[in-house]
């Protein structure tokens, strides 16, 4: 019983996703309104006709009240959380227990932040957005709605299996040697051979990682590149996965191989993107994910029916990434993103900068320029402000045109709708608005700011343009060639040839509790390091098939949700400022620290943290990265000081003494992050 | 990010009562189901908004869920929600305050409501919106009066301090409301002082209800221009109408008080009377019994008053020739069990259709004028009570007819005597069962008992039960009254709050004032320990410690304790330290925490 709505302000459904029971109760309770013989609503009509009256009464309470809907608890504990940005209200559903408030709040802003790597800048305007959300052709919305329903699938299944998802952290696979003859190879053969390519198209490899399944073996970038950000990384993990899905529940490899083999691309057939038949992913996991309610096969086939060929397997996927640079932080720049299968479970990613992204560097100034300027506008009742304005207004309006002259010639003029949208951008920057700034008139500064909103909806349009819209196609190679591809696919196949088999039991088995002998009671442990975003933790197996320390299924899986209840406690704590948690609950002591570190390793002092409302976006790195705000909020006080920020948690036999519990944490803390950056083992 | 906030533990920003049935039409205001709002002086298109988009999407939501909502949550408020019917309740206060105890808030709320007015629906039937307005304020008034924050999450019955009284008084009090029930009719009692309870046999949730008309009478009493005859000096007795709900009274029905056993010697563990001569004065009871009531007066007569389920019935009444004799007055009566539910028991049963036919065919209320001489005073709580007053018993006068008072005699004449099946609402709601309240008040002691509807028209179990206990009342009083508050607590360094679950008292060391700054930490660390022990039912312990605050929770079946402790060097970075004093805050709550009565071995 799940569901994920987004809606605009006018009540219209821009997405949904849900699963077959909920699907079904709606089903049923419009069937039960239904006369006989008449035929069932879309699904579609019956969800925004039910969701309707919710979206519009939140909708009036922000208006009238200032305040808005959080969320809904019911008697028979079904969960509504509601939140909303800019225009579009997302309202998450459960109502089978599986989730809490907490995890629907997080889905929510994981739903966001998949939106945000796929549309860009576009976000920024509701109004473009909603039209991109929500195409007016049925075939097109279908098929962008089934990518992101099963982007959405494959996050809520790795984050109910994998820690590394669980704690929002990237987890490395613990082989230093291979590692670090990884890297070497990816930088020494890979990128500077493809980047020195006359088939790269003017595109430049910037990242190039190896996955095997959710976890990281080597991580390459070229030196000119700014660091990709952890919540980005982790989202291009969701992303990779959802194309090549690895089956994390099955240990044992073979059915898995024979299962991966079936829908194993050939090679060359990468970024089948949107594309992907929806479901596929979960076929082998948990029974959860089938369809076998012939009533939602039959919705379903409304759907299917508008499947069409995938799109040119070689063609990339854009996605929209953080990059900071010298001059500045620039969010959702785009870049290409090649996902190349080297077996069943591992896998190439390369992540290119596009000869165009210059424009989107522009377009993101302009906007953020034109974002103050509405806000001097709003706030400034006193002419001054206006005044001051006045020289940036003249800079701004130069450099705009400036730019839109340039753009003109560009590769996209060719394109009738970029035409369009010039045309529609030029006659906007009338004379009289520069006339009223100068007057300096009380009454046209309101009327500016319509303006200004306009003039950012343009420049999204732009961007949209420019990074969005699918030129077709033509004669010029936009990115790296299919042959080029290929060859880098099999450069990095021959290179891991020998290691292949072993990668895939590694990645199931990174690190165990048999390497921790020293740690008599302790059970379970997670470790991250926030400033790189990457954690460990012995891996949790929890089939039937295999004995692992912590016993068979049902054991393992005990402590598995243990876990998962604990991380999402210690959340709860850390939201309302507490960094220490101790907890004795039924035969279990768990522990949670976290702390702060500068380089050199000297433990420094706590401070109080903020105390943050309840619907504050969930703690993580995956949408909203929390702990950057932290580390930044920490070195307020220590100016100059790299503050890294460590989080570790225990799980010990509750019969162990306190004292020796802690002995333990302290001294995995100081373990596990020695200096060699190589933790144990 | 956002700063330190400072939680804001209020515990009632809004509240409303949503009368569905009144809109139902397109055309019908909003304002038309609005029963009751507070606070009352919000604009009334506020009203409207908040009620009928509230309504509105709880409503909504219910159908999508098939169940109704119980949470509803706004950035800036929190909402819990009760539906019945076509009512719709809405509770809203601070999102500091616990879910859980605002909905626990909601609750009681509604069932105080029903416990002085009987069913919702009917009342708004027989009564203005401004009468009942009336009452929903000062139920409100009476939950959040005077609470500290920590009221806002546990709620709690306020009781005295029993470390300054002495333990003879609780146990006397105890014996008191046992004395008192040796007359059948007689269900339950409880004696109040100053509004805080002394000695209860009843479960917490009645008692907390019981308090709500003792503390208005009180009030009403020390008004310089209140009821004359609450106010003379000596003491008044009075009744009101009230209406248990089914699983109330079978609750206490379940717990039969056996009427002989407190006079036969059969041995019980834990009940300290049965040693003692049942003395009525304090001397002549042995201290040595007196020791269990260190922890705490309701303890104590807690486990007197529930004894195990004996059958009353079998238990042939005999009383101890040293006892007061006007038990003796009405031998017939004292065979008769009235917490029997008269199934079982046929001479229960015929005594019942003895006692109903003796009512009606006496001509209803206008016999107890007659025969007793009851003068109706004053009507208290509204429309809904009757005071009687011994002392005029002379000038008996047929104007005892109090118009809820003659509904009950009605109510009774159309069912049993138990008058279970006789207040029936819509069949929609749980029934809900009239019984009467009889409270006795000396000055600031309030011995009130819950008793069957027609001990009213019994004069002779009235008087005895007046009769009975007036002097050990009055003695209570008198010692109680003495009572200088012990000094002023000693600055410790340490903050701690004891919550027992099933008593619903709370045992704390801290000042509660609205200004206390530095009591805010614990009060914030203790209200989210105890969301997290409310929806984790294995946990039994927990430390959280932000940069300048460890505190320390722990809890069993019976209790929760939260301890803070000042001082101390905090300086950490937050690295595990098994040095670190945070994690020896459970040996020194144990030690602490001894001297206040608080076991946490």
Known sequence: MKCLLIASESAEVLFNWTDPEFQQKIQEQYGASQEEGQRLPAFEDSISTLFAPIIISCITMVDRLGDSYASFTTENNHIYVLHQFDECLYIAVNGDGEEGEDDLRRKIYVMKKMIEVLFGMVTLSSNLLRRELRPQDTEQRARLWKHLQSLLETYSHIRENDQSFLVEAVERLIHPTLCEQCIEFLERRLVQQLNSSIERAGEEVMHAFILVHTKLLAFYSSRNASTLVTSDLLTLIIMAQNMYPSCIDLDDPSPEVGDAKRKAPVPGFFNLGVGTPRGVPFKCSSPVFEFVDPDIQMAEDSLQTLEVPPPDPSTPRRVFLEVSLKEGLYPMMPHSMYCLPLWPGITLVLLTKIPTSAVAMSVYTYLEAFAKLEKRLREGQEGSAATRGQPTIHDLRSKLDKFIKALGPSDIQEDQASTESKCATAPCWPQYVIADLLNNEFSFRFSLIPWCKNMKTQLCGIYRQCFLIDPGPSDVPRHLSPGLQERAQTLVQEKLMDWKDFLLVKSRRNITMVSYPDFPGLIHFICVDRSTGQMIAPSLNITERNTSELGKGPVAQFIKSKVWSLVNTTRRYLQKGYSTVTLRDGDFYFCYFLWFENETGYKLEAVDLPILPDDSPPIGMLSWDYYRKLRRYYSKNHQGEVVKCYELLTVHLGVIPSEIILQHCRQLASKLWEPSRNPLL | ?601
């Open chain 2, 1 to 601: 990010m956002a700063e330190l906030l400072s939680p804001d533990l209020r515990g009632c920003t809004y509240f409303f009562l949503y009368d569905g049935s009144k809109v139902k039409e397109e055309g019908d205001a909003t304002r038309e189901g609005i029963c009751y709002f507070y606070p009352e002086e919000t604009p009334m298109d506020k009203q409207e908004l908040l009620c009928g988009q509230l309504a509105g999407v709880a409503r909504c939501v219910s159908e999508l869920s098939s169940s109704s909502v119980r949470v509803l949550r706004l950035r800036r408020n929190k909402y819990a929600i009760r539906r019945k019917d076509d009512f719709l309740w809405a509770l809203g206060s601070s999102v500091d305050v616990p879910t859980i105890s605002v909905c626990e808030l909601l609750d009681q709320l509604i069932d105080l409501f029903c416990f002085y007015n009987g069913s919702v629906r009917q009342s708004y039937q027989r009564n203005s919106r401004e009468v009942l307005a009336m009452r929903w304020a000062q139920y409100l008034s009476h939950l959040q009066a005077g609470s500290s924050e920590l009221h806002h999450i546990f709620s709690c019955l306020k009781t005295i301090d029993a470390t300054n009284v002495d333990p003879l008084l609780l146990l006397k009090a105890a014996l008191i409301l046992q004395a008192c029930q040796r007359c059948p009719l007689v269900l339950v009692g409880c004696i109040l002082f100053r509004g805080r309870v002394v000695s209860t046999q009843m479960s917490p949730n009645l008692t907390m209800k019981v308090m709500v008309h003792e503390s208005e009478t009180y009030n009403k009493a020390h008004k310089p221009n209140g009821p004359s005859t609450s106010s003379s000096s000596g003491g008044t007795v009075s009744s009101i109408t009230v209406f248990l709900t089914m699983s109330e009274l079978q609750y206490l029905q379940s717990t039969p008080v056996d009427k002989g056993f407190k006079f036969h010697s059969t041995p019980h563990k834990d009940t300290i009377p049965k040693k003692t001569r049942l003395s009525r004065t304090l001397s002549d009871t042995p201290s040595t019994d007196s020791e269990p009531s260190d922890a705490g007066s309701t303890h104590s007569s807690q486990k007197v008053s529930f004894s195990p389920c004996l059958s009353a019935s079998d238990n042939v009444f005999s009383p101890d020739p040293s006892e007061n004799t006007t038990d003796l007055l009405h031998p017939p009566m004292q065979s008769q069990c009235p917490l029997s539910n008269g199934k079982s028991s046929h001479d229960a049963e015929e005594d019942e259709s003895f006692y109903h036919s003796f009512h009606t065919n006496g001509g209803g209320m206008s016999q107890i004028g007659d025969s007793s001489g009851l003068e109706e005073n004053s009507h208290l709580n509204g429309a809904c009570g009757t005071v009687f007053d011994f002392r005029a018993a002379e000038c008996g006068n047929e104007e005892s007819h109090d118009h809820k008072v003659g509904e009950d005699s009605r109510r009774g004449s159309g069912g049993s005597a138990h008058g279970c099946s006789g207040a029936t609402n819509s069949h929609n709601e749980s029934p809900l069962v009239p019984m009467t309240l009889y409270l006795h008040r000396v000055k600031g002691l309030v011995l009130v008992l819950l008793v069957e509807p027609h001990f009213l028209s019994d004069t002779a179990s009235m008087e005895e039960v007046y009769h009975s206990s007036l002097a050990a009342l009055n003695g209570l009083e008198a010692h109680l009254r003495t009572i200088i508050p012990g000094p002023p607590g000693v600055q410790v360094p340490y903050v701690f709050a004891h919550f027992d679950c099933t008593q619903s008292t709370m045992t704390s060391n801290l000042s509660g004032r609205p200004g206390a700054t530095h009591e805010r930490p614990f009060v914030r660390a203790t209200s989210l320990l105890h969301s997290h022990f409310c929806n984790t039912e294995t946990l039994q312990e927990a430390i959280i410690r932000s940069a300048g605050a460890a505190v320390y929770g722990t809890r069993s079946v019976a209790q929760e304790t939260y301890f803070l402790q000042h001082g101390g060097s905090l300086r950490n970075s937050g690295i595990p330290n098994h040095q670190d004093s945070a994690f020896t805050l459970p040996t020194k709550a144990r030690h602490r925490l001894l001297k206040h009565g608080v076991n946490l071995l």
